[in-house]
């Protein structure tokens, strides 16, 4: 509007100029004029070229009259541009960020299954390597037969299981969901944990039924031939002993499992001070009942030092170890029991000279109702509990259970407590 203005203003004075001097004058003012126009101009077309071939946010581009407008209109929309961009790509990383602290594996693709993106999980759960996979097909980087027949037949209601091949020991849970039309987002769950605690159970109350189930099947046959046959008083007396064997080996099992179940769900142990001396002499008399008089029952040496905890728990624990050593060895045979204290911790062991363990058992000894000898276990009246309740028990306490054995020679149990544990 300005430029018009000032062409209209140039003309006039230009005819003026003509008709006042030589005509010539006059066009000269006018060329004159309009070459300055146009320079002025070319300067400011310049700048502006320039400036768009790397707009940058700062009062280089300022300009003249109207120039200075559009300069500045310019000027705004690139800074709003900028922010626009920079606001975005931070939202853009706060996701990316937020997928990568994800403990799942995540995978998105795009309509041909191809890699657009990936976190590290997953990039360690499948063997990928997003720099060097991105835009590669998913069914070309995981070649496993199961999983590449699950993304061909595209029926996701159900997640896929898998093993993967590089690390056969683990368990993927993979769930397809499709995002943005056919766009599909891969999430791979690591269950193996899940899945370990899940067989765990499903062994137990399998191991428990069977443990059951003996016990009551002969309880239950005795009681039809009581039913059925005339028996004479003794043999009746008989059945009936037999019958409180089978009624006892099955609330001693009952037992265990309460015990067991109480110090899994309980609350951290009391801390209460344990007499160690006092409770080395009370599993002492209680192994030489049970012994009756056919071991030698030892205390070899009783440090100073009482035991910070609960002692229902930690007298359940070592009179197991007790009660085993006097089970496994054979009539003659003798048991120690030591407390030593030394400055780094304090350990209760029960030594035997009984049948000893083949070392391949050790590993598994603190499962539940494992037993080296199954007829030698139920023979003694053992529920295949006892070590499991032990181990439990000092693990609560801090300490650990510490196994060593030769087949033959004897056993030794030790229960390892931390030096923080005692008064
Ligand atoms: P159980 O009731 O069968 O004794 P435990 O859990 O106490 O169950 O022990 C598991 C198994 O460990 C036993 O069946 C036995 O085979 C073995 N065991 C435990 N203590 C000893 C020991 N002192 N000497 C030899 N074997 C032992």
């Known amino acids: 509007m300005r430029h018009a203005l000032l062409l209209l203003?140039?003309?006039?004075?230009?005819v003026v100029i003509g008709w006042a001097f030589p005509v010539w004058y006059g066009w000269a003012f006018l060329c004159a004029s309009l070459l300055c126009l146009y320079a002025y101009q070319s300067w400011h077309f310049s700048r502006l070229d320039r400036w768009t071939r790397n707009p940058v946010i700062d009062t280089s581009l300022e300009g003249r009259g109207?120039?200075?407008?559009?300069?500045?209109?310019?000027?705004?929309?690139e800074k709003d541009l900028r922010e626009q961009i920079a606001f975005r790509e931070k939202n853009i990383d706060l996701l990316r960020s937020a997928v990568q602290a994800l403990a799942d594996g995540v995978v998105l693709l795009d309509l041909q299954n191809n890699v657009v993106f990936c976190n590290n999980t997953a990039e360690m759960q499948l063997g990928l390597q997003l720099a060097v996979d991105r835009g590669q097909s998913i069914l070309?980087?995981?070649?496993q037969p199961e999983f590449v027949s699950y993304l061909e037949h595209a029926d996701f209601a159900q997640p896929l299981t898998l093993r993967p091949e590089r690390y056969r020991d683990r368990i993927y849970t993979i769930h397809i969901i499709p995002y943005a039309g056919s766009r599909r987002l891969m999430q791979i769950k690591d269950v193996t944990q899940a899945e370990r605690i899940d067989q765990t159970r499903r062994d137990f109350v399998a191991n428990v039924s069977h443990e059951l189930r003996t016990p009551l099947t002969v309880l239950i046959g005795f009681l039809e031939t009581?039913?059925?046959?005339?028996?004479?008083?003794?043999?009746?007396?008989?059945?009936?002993?037999?019958?409180?064997?089978?009624?006892?080996r099955m609330q001693s099992i009952v037992q265990d499992?309460?015990?067991l179940s109480a110090i899994e769900s309980a609350p951290p142990p009391e801390n209460t001070m344990i007499d160690m001396a006092n409770l080395l002499q009370q599993l002492q008399r209680d192994a030489e009942t049970l012994s009756q008089g056919r071991h030698r029952i030892v205390v070899a040496s009783c440090d100073a030092g009482q035991l910070r905890g609960s002692e229902a728990e930690l007298f359940s624990a070592l009179s197991n170890l007790v009660t085993n050593a006097v089970r496994y060895t054979p009539e003659g045979g003798t048991i120690t029991l030591r407390w030593d204290v030394s400055p780094h911790d304090a350990a209760f062991s029960v030594q035997d000279t009984g049948t000893g363990i083949a070392a391949e058992h050790i590993p598994r000894l603190t499962e539940r109702f494992y037993r080296v000898d199954k007829g030698r276990s139920r023979h003694s009246?053992?529920?295949?509990?006892?070590?499991?309740?032990?181990?439990?028990a000092i693990t609560r306490h801090q300490g650990h259970l510490e196994i060593r054995s030769e087949l033959g020679k004897g056993s030794c149990f030790v229960a390892h407590f931390p030096i923080n544990r005692l008064a």
């Not at 009246?381 to 439990?392: D, R």
């Open 9 to 14: 203003l140039i003309t006039p004075i230009a």
């Open 66 to 77: 109207s120039w200075d407008t559009i300069f500045g209109r310019l000027y705004h929309h």
């Open 140 to 143: 070309h980087l995981v070649r």
């Open 226 to 248: 009581l039913q059925t046959l005339e028996l004479s008083t003794a043999e009746r007396d008989h059945f009936l002993q037999l019958m409180m064997e089978q009624s006892q």
């Open 257 to 259: 499992l309460l015990t």
């Open 381 to 392: 009246g053992g529920t295949g509990l006892g070590l499991a309740i032990a181990k439990h």
